[in-house]
């Protein structure tokens, strides 16, 4: 693998940055072929901030007039893309005050909370609540592992109250959790008729 020179591998970095984000140091670092530790120095150098500001930042630039259903900060992980009654994307590192003490593996409430909160999230409404859940836990997932979780709004037939949501979560390819989530939202109709 080529060996940048500093300054060209920095206006490199940036660029790859620039593209994708959510890029990690580590999958900086085996791009560029050189240690983790360069590339935190370069990103320093570059004042480009660490993965976690890079994230809120774009949350907070993209997503936060677009969820209506709940502030942003309530969400469990961060939305890293959403479509307002289509689809969302979070993601979710484990650390350790989210996993068990005696064998690091992750606590089934994170992982529920980050598939529930992200099913609200892509709701278009302002009122939005979970009735129902159905979740399956695949496989466990340990510290320091990444979960990105995908949420997809079923079509809904006529004007009803409730949508369904499809919620998968991974850690790299692999599927760790499945959940269906019934979400009762109410319309402007629905207000309208509660409120006489």
């Known amino acids: 693998m080529k060996k940048y020179p500093k300054k060209e591998r920095q206006a490199k970095l940036q660029e790859v940055i620039e593209a994708n984000p959510f890029i990690t140091d580590d999958e900086l670092a085996k791009t560029f072929n050189v240690s983790v530790q360069t590339v935190r120095l370069d990103r320093v150098a570059l004042s480009i901030p660490e993965l976690r500001e890079r994230i809120k930042h774009v949350a907070s630039e993209n997503f936060t007039d677009s969820v209506k259903s709940l502030p942003l900060e309530e969400v469990i992980g961060e939305i890293i893309d959403i479509k307002l009654g289509e689809s969302a994307i979070s993601i979710f590192d484990v650390k350790e005050e989210h996993v068990f003490k005696r064998n690091n593996i992750a606590r089934g409430h994170h992982l529920f909370a980050q598939a529930n909160s992200l099913a609200t999230a892509v709701i278009p409404n302002e009122l939005a609540l979970t009735t129902q859940a159905t979740v399956r836990f695949v496989r466990q997932v340990k510290l320091h592992e990444r979960v990105v979780s995908k949420a ?18 991974y850690v790299g390819d692999e599927i760790v959790l499945k959940g269906k989530f019934e979400m009762y939202h109410a319309t402007e109709k629905v207000k309208r008729t509660d409120e006489k």
């Open 152 to 169: 997809l709004v079923r079509k809904r037939t006529g004007e009803r109250t409730i949508t369904i949501v499809d919620v998968r979560s």
